[in-house]
């Protein structure tokens, strides 16, 4: 008898080492109670922006012992697979930047059947009535960084002692796309909210967000204004404001005739490293270590400590030009190769 109750003692305590040592906060919506899984989906891997925001949730990943999914998805098809994967792989959660903001239903049913949860990244999903969808996001206050494209321009035309009568301001429009309007819109509601006279705003379209489509969009543009000889160049990108910037240097303008900001903060250093400078003055630079690793730490915590994140939250960006962009880039973790 004894001996029997020996062995039921010795049984009941191994029972309570095991369950003593099961990971706190493990065993998630589709967890099998091992290492915590998040996915993180992104649209174009081949983009510097995308594998930043990769290398800094990886950093996130080796802070908190979570095991990151980097998953390419540059299609409605990519997408759908690549959540049955994660929920295959015992996935808890996912962040993801989704190459068409209209696959936002689709996406959320898809997750909530998956039982992972989900959070959005610089593409906000839209729903079928045309309004964002409510769902976690952190994204780029685009309107917020066209105004600052919109005030640096207005600080350099002072600076140079130019006459607001005298400038033109060349804005650079791709309105298909929701966020390059906002930027846009940005500069234009800054200038003139400062007094830039309105009929001196040309907003010229482009057909792609590239350096050669807006390239013939702006001498399109400078063939119907010849007569003016100092420009501010805005639009939605770094690769659209160097296009306009090389259009107006191609019909003659010296780089001191021309102010051109960008945003993004990449095709600018080729420009910031030339030994002259260009007409090509600054850039916003956007902040991919905060969308790469504060998602993912965000949706770690929400997994394991039920921590939920902010439903909505906004980035903004750096101004960087020649003097300043190497400090700033060091200063944000990123590589200037």
């Given at each position: 008898?004894r ?6 003692l ?12 099961k ?8 967890s099998?109670g091992?290492?915590i899984k998040?996915?993180?989906l992104?649209?174009?891997p081949?983009e510097?922006?995308?594998?930043n925001?990769?290398k800094?949730a990886q ?11 980097k ?12 959540i049955?994967s ?6 808890q ?5 989704t190459?068409n903001?209209k696959?936002g239903?689709?996406?959320?049913l898809?997750?909530?059947?998956a039982?992972l949860?989900?959070m959005?990244?610089?593409?906000q999903?839209v729903g079928?009535?045309g ?6 996001h952190m994204g780029?206050?685009?309107r917020?960084?066209?105004?600052l ?12 002692g130019?006459?607001?009568e005298e400038t033109?301001?060349a804005?650079?429009?791709f ?14 509601e800054?200038l003139l909210?400062?007094?830039f ?7 010229q379209s482009?057909?792609?967000s590239?350096t050669p489509a807006?390239f013939q969009?702006?001498n ?5 204004q010849p007569?003016?000889k100092q420009?501010?160049v805005a639009g939605?990108n ?11 240097e191609?019909r003659g303008?010296?780089p001191d ?9 990449d095709?600018?250093?080729g ?7 260009s ?5 916003v ?5 905060r969308?790469?690793y ?5 949706m770690y915590k ?7 994140p902010p ?11 020649r ?7 060091e200063?944000?973790g990123l590589k200037?190769?």
């Amino acid at each position: 008898m004894r001996h029997f109750v020996g062995l039921m003692l010795g049984f009941a305590m191994l029972l309570a080492g095991c369950d003593k040592g099961k990971p706190a906060g493990s065993g998630g919506s589709g967890s099998s109670g091992g290492k915590i899984k998040i996915g993180f989906l992104v649209k174009q891997p081949e983009e510097l922006w995308f594998q930043n925001e990769w290398k800094f949730a990886q950093m996130a990943a080796d802070k908190y012992g979570f095991e990151l999914l980097k998953i390419p998805a540059p299609s409605a098809e990519r997408v759908m697979t690549a959540i049955d994967s994660l929920a295959t792989q015992g996935a808890q959660g996912f962040v993801i930047c989704t190459p068409n903001v209209k696959l936002g239903s689709a996406i959320v049913l898809k997750a909530d059947s998956a039982k992972l949860k989900l959070m959005t990244v610089d593409d906000q999903f839209v729903g079928p009535d045309g309004k964002f969808m409510d769902v976690h996001h952190m994204g780029i206050s685009a309107r917020n960084i066209g105004k600052l494209v919109g005030t640096s321009l207005l600080d350099e035309m002072k600076r140079r002692g130019w006459k607001p009568e005298e400038t033109g301001a060349a804005v650079l429009t791709f309105e298909q796309l929701d966020t390059a309007k906002e930027r846009t819109e940005g500069a234009v509601e800054t200038l003139l909210a400062a007094g830039f006279p309105k009929d001196r705003i040309f907003k010229q379209s482009h057909q792609a967000s590239d350096t050669p489509a807006a390239f013939q969009a702006t001498n399109a543009l400078l063939t119907t204004q010849p007569g003016i000889k100092q420009w501010l160049v805005a639009g939605m990108n770094d690769a659209v404001v160097l296009g306009g910037v090389r259009a107006m240097e191609g019909r003659g303008l010296k780089p001191d005739a021309i102010i051109g900001i960008g945003i993004n903060g990449d095709t600018a250093l080729g420009e910031f490293r030339q030994e002259k400078a260009s007409g090509f003055y600054a850039s916003v630079l956007l902040s991919p270590r905060r969308h790469g690793y504060e998602t993912a730490e965000r949706m770690y915590k929400w997994i394991k400590d039920g921590v939920e994140p902010p439903k909505v939250e906004y980035t903004s960006g750096i101004l960087i030009n020649r003097e300043n962009y190497k400090k700033v880039y060091e200063e944000q973790g990123l590589k200037l190769d």
